[in-house]
């Protein structure tokens, strides 16, 4: 068991032998196992460690268990604390009764037998597990969630300025040419350079227009597939950086996939690559995609500086929202997704099973 995941059960009884019988019974599950010999030690130890199971004697001097089990629920931080009670004297219904009454989640008579404490310990500490486990989830789903609020405004304010100030300013300039071509106090000579500087700024529209919608859906995804999309990318990674990136298959050329698969592996790429670029100081990059045996492997390597422990252990707040956006794309997919170091730069695997309907049957219209 790895020791981020035991948990802390505290046995109190005022007989040092039980205390000693429990933590034999229990040391095979793993977790850890603390003791309290009365009612107060017990109080001092929940005020110091965080407790998921409470394993309780009844029958104690000065503070008893029923009394201790009230003093426990009172307190906000231990009021989803699972609580056992393990009596030999209180047996009666009305004795569970006033135990469950104080929050107990299960009630114990001696003599004891083993296997059951055993069983009822490790059901109610997987039950804590998971839920914080489920816990954690939530809070790393809601800090992706605002990551992606976050990175969804900055990349509308980036697209907005980038129409403001390039294809906007291209259009104004093209208008006022044009509107200097009707003017009848222009030569003809004049004419036509303001329409050969029209057309050249109309051109130059006409390649942001392009530029802009390459980066939100690649055209060739639809026209040629997921193959020839993410060699051109590659290529103008390489053209625009001091990054050489590279594309390689062993399975010759790729077959068409569904639609949403081709541009959710497409978009892992891209945001792998992007990272690479702007974080790993790397020179060289290789994808490399292939299918084998019903299976999608998307492997992307570069010679950078790596990837700290954190990032590899996936640890909440440690990844940005890049890696949990790729890591989110891949579980919705049903695959696998793995980070490595390799010494030097990092190594990201990722494996996504294909179904028979992820492959297409037919091929996409081409257009022109």
Request: contains cysteine; hydrophobic residues 45%.
């Amino acid at each position: 068991m790895v020791a981020e995941q035991r948990i802390n059960i505290l046995m109190v009884d005022d007989q040092p032998g039980k205390l000693l019988s429990y933590e034999v019974i229990l040391s095979s599950l793993g977790e850890n196992l603390l003791k309290a010999h009365s009612g107060r030690e017990a109080l001092d130890c929940l005020l110091k460690t965080d407790v998921a199971i409470i394993l309780m004697d009844v029958s104690m001097p000065e503070l008893d268990g029923f009394e201790l089990a009230d003093l426990i629920k009172q307190h906000p931080r231990f009021q989803e604390t699972a609580i056992i009670f393990i009596s030999a004297v209180h047996l009666s219904d009305v004795d569970r009764l006033q135990g469950y009454e104080r929050g107990a989640v299960d009630y114990i008579s001696v003599p004891v037998i083993p296997e059951l404490l055993r069983a009822k310990v490790s059901v109610f500490a997987d039950r804590f597990r998971k839920t914080r486990q489920l816990e954690a989830l939530n809070q790393e789903l809601r800090a992706l969630s605002a990551s992606l609020i976050a990175a969804q405004d900055q990349e509308r304010r980036r697209i907005a300025r980038e129409l403001h100030d390039g294809l906007g300013q291209e259009l104004i300039a093209a208008k006022m040419m044009a509107d200097a071509i009707l003017r009848d106090d222009q030569t003809v000579d004049a004419k036509e350079r303001s329409a050969l500087e029209c057309s050249a700024l109309i051109n130059g529209a006409i390649q942001q227009v392009r530029t802009i919608s390459h980066l939100l859906h690649p055209p060739l995804l639809d026209e040629v597939g997921l193959q020839s999309a993410l060699q051109s990318y590659v290529e103008g990674l390489s053209a625009r950086s001091a990054i050489e990136a590279t594309l390689e298959t062993d399975s010759g050329e790729l077959p068409r996939l569904a639609p949403e698969l081709e541009t959710a592996v497409f978009r892992i790429a891209q945001e792998a690559l992007t990272n690479v670029l702007r974080h790993a100081k790397a020179t060289n990059a290789k994808v490399k995609i292939n299918i084998r045996q019903a299976k999608l492997i998307l492997e992307i390597e570069d010679n950078g500086c790596g990837v700290s422990n954190e990032v590899l252990l996936h640890l909440p707040g440690s990844i940005g929202v890049g890696i949990a956006g790729m890591k989110q794309r891949v579980k919705e997919l049903g695959g696998q997704i793995r980070i490595a170091n390799a010494n030097p730069g990092c190594r990201i695997e990722t494996t996504i099973p294909l179904p028979e309907s992820a492959l297409e049957q037919k091929s996409r219209p081409e257009f022109g």
